[in-house]
């Protein structure tokens, strides 16, 4: 019955318009009897609760906001794709916007009260701002942060294990007995904390395998783009021992580096392998076709979303940083490396 009321549906059931709307809002508890009936009724009827009356009577809009550095990277546009299927789930919609990574911009939407009340969470990966800052913030939107930051428990973080996973993939290249290893994306300052933790992973890889951390092996990218992937991998080739392996701290770098390996008519992965991180489809299709470390971006998000809800109902646990699951796939940039040399 398409444009079914309460009205409709009491009547089927035999039962008050509150006692339906009790079981449909779940605002007041109703006997086992009672909800058996008026759930069958609203089945029947095909009802469909009209969410902008609901969210209006508990004071909210429906909304949450997903806010990251860029949204062409592709990272963040597959997780987008994650965490609107995720808030969908909720009953939720979702409104997204970016930063650029800039701090103040960051400031500002954790600031202006009148845009805080256009969204009843935020969903925010961070870059730039800091813990303090965040913490002082003037608004009080529930909020549940994603990847980039290093955090001491006060807000609610979902990300990978960073070290870890660098860890993995600088092993993985130490299995193939490639022994110059180079790092793509190293970021020695405040807000390059992603990147720092996976320059630790690299370098205890390499430490555990008894091999000696080269310097000049590791190259700084103020961000992780294709062009500047390219431009450090050629400034490696150049190098009077270029390297046999290079990890990649993402996907685009590491696409930018097959590209100017391609340039330079250096087999890939005879000559040099690859690995980068965040098992974005591109890489699917690159040539070769890329290995990388990819996190569960569909347990990301449903991580946060259903954190961020439990925030704004006011039934969330302690804020905790939540460690993602990540694994590697192993494709053409590696695969085949070891019959290679």
């Known amino acids: 019955m398409a444009g079914a009321t309460l009205r409709d549906v009491a009547r089927r059931a035999g039962v008050s318009i509150r006692t339906v709307s009790n079981v449909v809002n779940e605002s007041v508890p109703v006997s086992d009897e009672l909800r058996t009936r ?3 009724a609203l089945k029947e009827l095909e009802y469909r609760p009209n969410l902008v ?3 209006l009577r508990r004071g909210r809009t429906g909304m949450l906001a997903f806010v990251v550095p860029e949204l062409d990277v592709p990272y963040f546009a597959e997780l987008a794709r994650e965490v609107i299927t995720a ?4 009953g939720y919609v979702v409104m997204l916007d970016q930063t650029d990574g800039d701090a103040e911009r960051e400031r500002e939407l954790l600031g202006r009260e009148s845009r805080a009340t256009m969204f009843d969470g935020l969903l925010l990966s961070p870059l730039s701002i800091s813990e303090d800052e965040l913490r002082d913030r003037t608004n009080r939107v529930p909020v549940v942060l994603l990847g980039e930051h290093i955090f001491n428990g006060d807000f609610h973080h979902v990300a990978i294990d960073n070290v870890a ?6 092993e993985h290249l130490v299995s193939l007995g490639r022994r110059r290893i180079a790092a793509i994306g190293d970021q020695p300052y405040s807000t390059g ?3 720092q933790l996976r320059t630790i992973g690299y370098r205890q890889a390499l430490e555990r395998a008894g091999l000696s951390v080269d310097e000049s092996l590791i190259v700084s990218t103020p961000h992780f783009h294709r062009r500047l992937g390219a431009e450090a991998m050629r400034h490696l080739l150049a190098l009077p021992e270029p390297p046999d ?7 685009l770098l590491a696409i930018g580096a097959l590209h100017a390996l391609a340039d330079a008519g250096v087999r890939v992965p005879e000559d040099v392998a690859v690995i980068g991180v965040d098992g974005i489809q591109e890489g699917e299709y690159s040539s070769p076709t890329l290995t990388t470390i990819a996190p569960d971006k569909t347990q990301i998000a449903r991580t946060a979303v259903s954190t961020l809800v439990a925030s704004i109902e006011g039934t969330a646990p302690p804020p905790a940083d939540a460690k993602a ?4 796939l192993v494709r053409g940039s590696t695969r085949g490396a070891h019959e290679a040399r």
């Open 165 to 170: 996973a660098a860890r993995e993939a600088t």
């Open 245 to 251: 392996a290079v990890f990649c701290y993402n996907d």
């Open 87 to 90: 808030a969908r789930e909720h």
């Open 53 to 55: 009356a609901r969210n």
């Open 38 to 40: 008026v759930e069958a």
């Open 193 to 195: 904390e992603t990147a």
């Open 325 to 328: 699951p990540y694994q590697l």
